[in-house]
């Protein structure tokens, strides 16, 4: 059974991969054919896509759907529609780079740093950065649009397909939600709280990488919210999809940029608000909380050094609070919350076993 399942979710990744290559290549063929100058604007948007990433939302959607299917139901129709999930993604993770001024993503410049260094390196006047910026929100709008389109493409019938993007605009308005909570609270931090960042957590991270992927899975396979699946499935993917992003806040301070892809300690040169923050914040003695609350005014005025410096001993100065085991536990509970949902979740085995598998990824990954 397990190589089956391995077998399986290979051949969803590979599937979704030339789904995704061959709607892009057509769409920015389009776009070359309205101006050649669009071409390098669509190709920083086909890198985004393709550039890597673990494909967990078509992947979770997928066995979301898997799991309530018939046995003979064929993935080819539902592709376009599991593919279309990673277009959303690119959406969101464009545009919160430019949010967070993010400099690289995957190892890679991020887009808004491509269209400036592009900018830079041109003829064209006009500030480089302002440009950047500006290329990539249309970029991140772009593949929005790219997603509703490539949705548009699943082979099944209307109504079916409808019930699927109710589910799917819902996903998309609590991401879009979570993210202004998420920029809300940066501006707020001295009254921001645990509770408040895990609600970010669940709106921002949770709903639209896990919860809402297997509900529109099982939305596609003609499952509707409310059955004991879909209630089984919403229960897992929240506990999971929060777990998720309290093991990206530990990322985020000691994760291994060459393994993240991302510099390690943006949250504590911003004073992000995140749970594992929060709780620093709360269980820091006076003199902790002090240090803590200045670091931002500090690190505003650090030169590169001085500020690697400064966020390797915030780094050091968080987990001496404990918060750092504090949001370990957090994570190992809501996982095993999820698997206890899943073992009596009325879905097929193998749908089982690949979301215990996930669970466990997702949750105690390194990238």
Request: proline content about 4%.
């Amino acid at each position: 059974m397990a190589a089956d399942v391995d077998v399986l979710d290979a051949e969803l990744t590979a599937a979704v991969e030339t789904t995704l290559r061959a709607f892009l290549i057509g769409e920015s063929g389009a776009l070359r054919e309205v101006d050649p100058a669009l071409g390098d604007f669509a190709q920083v948007a086909q890198d985004c896509v393709l550039g890597g990433g673990k494909r967990l939302r078509p992947r979770f959607a997928y066995w979301g759907w898997h799991g309530l299917a018939g046995a003979d139901e064929s993935l080819t129709p539902i592709l376009p529609a599991l593919a279309a999930l990673e277009l959303l993604h690119t959406f969101a993770l464009v545009h919160d780079d430019v949010m967070d001024g993010s400099a690289t993503r995957r190892g890679r410049p991020t887009a808004h740093r491509t269209l400036t260094e592009r900018h830079a390196a041109s003829d064209r006047t006009g500030d480089a950065d302002r440009f950047g910026q500006a290329g990539a929100i249309l970029v991140g709008d772009l593949c929005l649009v790219w997603a509703d389109r490539l949705l548009g493409h699943t082979a099944l019938p209307a109504g079916t397909v409808l019930a699927a993007r109710r589910c799917y605009d819902q996903m998309r308005v609590e991401t879009v939600a979570g993210q202004y909570l998420d920029v809300l609270g940066e501006t707020d931090t001295r009254n921001w709280s645990v509770d408040r960042a895990l609600r970010v957590a669940r709106y921002k991270t949770a709903s639209y990488t896990v919860a809402h992927p297997l509900l529109f899975g099982a939305a596609l396979a003609g499952h509707t919210p409310g059955t004991p699946a879909t209630e089984a499935y919403l229960q897992y993917g929240l506990a999971v999809g929060e777990a998720f992003q309290l093991r990206d806040d530990l990322l985020g301070v000691y994760g291994d940029p060459a393994t993240t892809g991302k510099p390690a300690g943006d949250d504590l040169r911003t004073g992000k608000p995140t749970a594992l923050l929060m709780l620093a914040r709360e269980l820091a003695t006076g003199d902790q909380r002090a240090e803590l609350d200045a670091a931002p005014t500090r690190l505003a005025g650090a030169t590169d050094a001085e500020a690697g410096d400064e966020v390797a001993r915030l780094a050091e100065l968080v987990a001496a609070t404990g918060a750092v085991r504090h949001v370990q536990k957090m994570i190992d509970e809501r996982v095993a919350e999820a698997l206890t949902v899943l073992r009596d979740a009325p879905v097929r085995a193998a749908a089982r076993q690949a979301l215990t598998g996930l669970a466990t990824a997702a949750t105690q990954r390194q990238a």
